[in-house]
């Protein structure tokens, strides 16, 4: 079906406003034996059978390993201010301590400078969790020496490209790492455990704060935070019941990330719940963990519904939905900016990950392949328009990112589902821009035009 293209919103951003797109590193690199890079743990995870849903695994990816000048052109055609990257740890330190791989090092470099010379501004995320293998084997982030492993891993990467980034992400998204890596073990690396989850959310908030002090004390001048996955979660019905339980997984998947972060504590309802599994803490852990951050950087992709007997599903709520199942909620990303300005003093906010797996197919046109990805396009835009409507209600934003420059590893999902505004053809590794693509890039053109419409009357002000 060939709909329409989507209309731009259109809210009025602020001329610094930083409009991205995103990527990680595990998800599109691909070369996982090249130039002495080491085992990550989804390396391992995904040669477990059944742990990817099409048995698949991240050793070739996008190869955007081999085809980084081509990938780089894609963002620059785009129009786009700034690209989210992540950083392969095992690449660049392939045992996860002791030496460093220079030709790992030498890659992130072309990266940035690639950027650079492109005239985008590189957004740098450290942990996009690919852990080395070799720290999973000593107890991974279960282990508080990760915690210090990860520090010199962040110092050694930011000596090397700190002075040429915009901003530097420590980690994306504990709270799956913790829950769906420790608990549910439906991510890397697979374990089952409440209360090692816990464990793994505290290690990874308080290497956080830790590198932050280190990165500080080193010189870094580049603004620092982290990125953390949220949604409004909600009660399926008005019972108490589902009340209290949207209340506590309101508590574990926001709160529990939120408060240590701008409070220094951990929120006291969920830390009784949690009994016996709660994470061992040593003095000074909560005054590290709340390092004052210049950044904050949220995902959105839906909303969250809980019943207490946890028989609410999304196919049921009448919402549309993605080809991952998740609800199309465009004014939940409203309703969570809102709340996160109303409950927690923030810095500059972001939304660093947006957008939606749809089944694309591929057209070969007249005017040669095409993908019209109407939906996934509608989506971005009506996204947009919420960052636009929770700037009106008074919330300040700093930027806003499309997940992802390409179709991609989409985790324990596979190739299976694609996010990209880019279509990728596995087989050959083709890049075909989707419409989804081309109407971002109209909308950047804008923002442009825009801005130097601004600058043009403000001069003229100013001559008058
Ligand atoms: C986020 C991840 C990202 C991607 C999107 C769809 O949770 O950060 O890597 O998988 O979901």
Same mark, same amino acid.
């Given at each position: 079906m060939n709909s329409p293209l989507p209309i731009f919103p259109s809210h009025r951003f602020p001329e610094d406003f930083v409009w991205g797109v995103a990527t990680s590193a595990f998800q599109i690199e691909g070369a996982a034996a090249a130039d002495g890079r080491g085992e990550s743990i989804w390396d391992r995870f995904c040669r477990q059978p059944g742990a990817i849903a099409d048995g698949s695994n991240g050793d070739i990816a996008c190869d955007h390993y081999h085809r980084l000048d081509a990938d780089l052109d894609l963002i620059a055609g785009l129009q786009v201010d700034a690209y989210r990257f992540s950083v392969s740890w095992p690449r660049v330190q392939p045992d996860g301590q002791g030496a460093f791989n220079e030709a790992g090092l030498a890659f992130y470099e072309r990266l940035v400078d690639g950027l650079l010379a492109r005239g985008i501004r590189p957004y740098l995320t450290l942990n996009h969790w690919d852990l080395p293998q070799a720290l999973q084997d000593q107890g991974g982030w279960a282990s508080r020496d990760t915690v210090h492993r990860f520090v010199a891993y962040a110092r050694q990467v930011v000596a090397r490209l700190g002075d040429r980034v915009a901003t530097i992400t420590t980690h994306n998204e504990p709270w799956v790492m913790a829950v769906l890596g420790h608990e549910a073990g439906i991510f890397a690396p697979g374990i089952r455990h409440r209360g090692t989850a816990m464990q793994v959310a505290h290690h990874l908030l308080l290497s956080h704060g830790l590198a932050l002090q280190a990165l500080r004390a080193d010189g870094c001048r580049a603004p620092l935070g982290i990125v953390l996955n949220l949604s409004p979660i909600g009660p399926a019905t008005d019972s108490p019941e589902d009340r209290a339980a949207a209340r506590l997984e309101d508590g574990r998947s926001v709160r529990w990330y939120m408060d240590p972060l701008f409070l220094g504590r951990y929120p006291d309802d969920v830390w009784q719940h949690l009994g016996g599994d709660v994470p061992q803490v040593h003095d000074g852990d909560m005054a590290a963990i709340a390092t004052p951050m210049d950044f904050l950087g949220v995902n959105y992709y839906t909303r969250g519904v809980v019943s207490a007997s946890g028989a609410w599903r999304a196919e049921d709520s009448g919402k549309p939905l993605t080809d991952m199942g998740w609800e199309i909620v465009p004014e939940g990303l409203t309703e969570l900016l809102l709340r996160l300005h109303r409950d927690w003093r923030l810095p500059a906010l972001y939304v660093k990950e947006n957008g939606a797996a749809f089944r694309d197919t591929l057209e070969h046109t007249a005017d040669g392949p095409r993908v019209h990805d109407g939906q996934r396009t509608a989506y971005i835009a009506s996204h947009i328009a919420a960052v636009g409507d929770a700037m009106a209600q008074g919330v300040p934003m700093a930027g806003y990112m499309v997940w992802s420059l390409l179709d991609n590893f989409?985790? *324990? !999902? @596979? #190739? *299976?589902?694609r996010f990209g505004i880019v279509h990728v053809? #596995?087989? !050959? @590794?083709t890049r075909t821009p989707k419409d989804s693509y081309l109407w971002y890039r109209d909308f950047m053109q804008l923002q442009r035009a825009r801005r130097t419409a601004r600058a043009l009357a403000a001069e003229a002000l100013t001559a008058n």
């Open positions: 989409e985790w *324990a !999902s @596979g #190739y *299976a589902k053809d #596995y087989a !050959s @590794g």
